[in-house]
């Protein structure tokens, strides 16, 4: 499958039309009558909101609401998460943000068998998910400017899943909290994600987790057999950008890195 040409040809990733962006007006006026702290986000952060929520302005707003909320307690003043914050997650290295596909989207790569619920925190965990979807965010600018100059506003990843176990690995209630951080407050931010190397047991927390992914983001989730690996990620990313774990050029460093942030 030409999954490039696929999401190209998506109109929800398409520029907006007037009508769309007359929306995003009324969704911008509805909300900072109840929340002036709407002024401080763009045209493009209201029309992701409204596009997770089909154009419906008051579903929109809602939602809105709730964000602006949720970063005035986790992220007070606008501040970013630091590296201090999250250090237990971070030392585990299981999750890298380098690269870009061939779209301009910056990459994720994580690794499921480095993930432990026996060692987490769980508030721990869902910081570390905010500090990694800003930086990854913060990178979106850069990819499109290289990107033939377009407005990038999506992410991509893979995730291997290779020496996954149920019971070493499996955490039901982290993989919750990280989709509803990201469906929440950082909605139209995914792209797309590569699942590879998929063990039969993950099909056992997958079928838990899936009632909890929109519909939206469902079809974001790609499963990638093994005999399709190498033409499925290659399809997608240049070698250059590819992970060497996955066979690929791209030498992963140390994610404790704390890289410039613009806070979403």
């Known amino acids: 499958m030409d999954y490039c040409k696929k999401e190209q040809d998506d109109h929800r990733d398409g520029a907006g039309d007037v009508t769309e962006w007359k929306k995003v007006a009324e969704l911008r006026a509805v909300v900072e009558a109840q929340d002036p702290a709407c002024k401080e986000e763009d045209d493009y952060q209201l029309r992701r909101f409204l596009r997770a929520r089909d154009h419906n302005v008051g579903k929109a707003s809602a939602m809105v609401l709730k964000y602006l909320q ?5 992220k007070p003043g606008g501040r970013a998460i630091t590296d201090d914050e999250v ?11 380098q690269g870009y596909d061939r779209q301009g989207r910056p990459l994720v790569y994580l690794f499921g068998a480095r993930h432990f619920p026996a060692r987490r925190d769980l508030d721990e965990f869902k910081r570390y998910v905010v500090y990694v979807l800003d930086r990854t965010c913060a990178r979106l600018a850069v990819a499109g400017s290289g990107n033939g100059g377009g407005h990038q506003e999506k992410f991509a990843a893979v995730a291997d899943l290779q020496g996954w176990g149920y019971y070493a690995n499996c955490d039901i209630r982290a993989y919750v909290a990280a989709l509803e951080i990201m469906q929440n407050y950082y909605p139209e931010r995914l792209g797309r994600v590569f699942l590879i190397h998929v063990p039969y047991v993950f099909m056992t927390a997958w079928k838990i987790v899936y009632p909890f992914i929109d519909d939206n983001t469902k079809k974001k989730f790609v499963f990638v057999a093994d005999k399709d690996l190498h033409a499925t990620l290659r399809e997608a990313i240049d070698d250059s950008q590819l992970a060497e774990d ?19």
């Open 246 to 264: 996955h066979g690929g050029k791209l030498k992963l460093l140390s994610p404790a890195i704390n890289n410039t942030v613009v806070v979403s």
């Open 87 to 97: 250090r237990g997650e971070l030392a585990q290295e299981k999750l890298y943000m």
């Open 70 to 74: 949720w970063k005035r307690e986790l």
